[in-house]
């Protein structure tokens, strides 16, 4: 019993997909190539500009599969064909970053500095010291790299310093009531 997905993934200009006979995909497009190797009982078609991905069985682990490869394919072709980015910022005195080759150098108010490498693929830029801009074509790998920086110094409700994502709303808790 084979099942469609809810939708098929309609493929943008500029980007190719290749499918091979042992469950690979590669997905090629201007900004670069990513693969993926597809888990057991979910296979992938190109029809033309649409991909359908379809299951084998009724499985709870296959339909679930089903999906998480659905959206996996499609977020592999918006990265190579638009990317990704994470915007972060930094709130504390004293609090700034600074990209130093393929490390960015964190100081956040510690005893000493946060080295975190730049995972190859990935672009970070920083402006003012405070804001920092991840960008790559890979969405698992843009989104590891901003929460592994924010976790070093999450925002703390009483002052609010640390690093956040940008828009991110910190709550506010009031301090001590003196009497």
Do not use: C
């Amino acid at each position: 019993m084979s099942r469609v997905g809810k939708q098929p993934i309609s493929l943008p200009d500029k980007v190719t997909v290749q499918i091979s006979a042992t469950g690979g995909v590669v997905v090629e497009g201007p900004k670069g190539k990513l693969t993926w190797t597809l888990p057991e009982g979910v296979t992938v078609t190109n029809e033309g500009k649409e991909l359908s991905v379809t299951r084998s069985s009724e499985d709870r682990t296959v339909r679930a599969m089903h999906g998480t490869s659905q959206r996996l394919i499609s977020n592999m072709i918006e990265g190579v064909s638009k990317g990704y980015t994470k915007n972060l910022e930094i709130h504390g005195v004293g609090f700034r970053a600074a990209v130093k080759g393929n490390v960015i150098d964190l100081n956040l108010g510690q005893s000493h500095p946060r080295l975190h490498p730049i995972p190859a693929g990935v672009k970070v830029t920083v402006a003012d010291n405070t804001k920092i801009a991840i960008e790559g074509i890979d969405k698992q790998v843009v989104g590891q790299l901003a929460a592994d920086i924010r976790a070093y110094y999450p925002p703390e409700p009483y002052k609010a310093k640390g690093v956040r994502y940008a828009g991110e709303q910190i709550r506010r808790k009031a301090g001590k009531s003196v009497k």
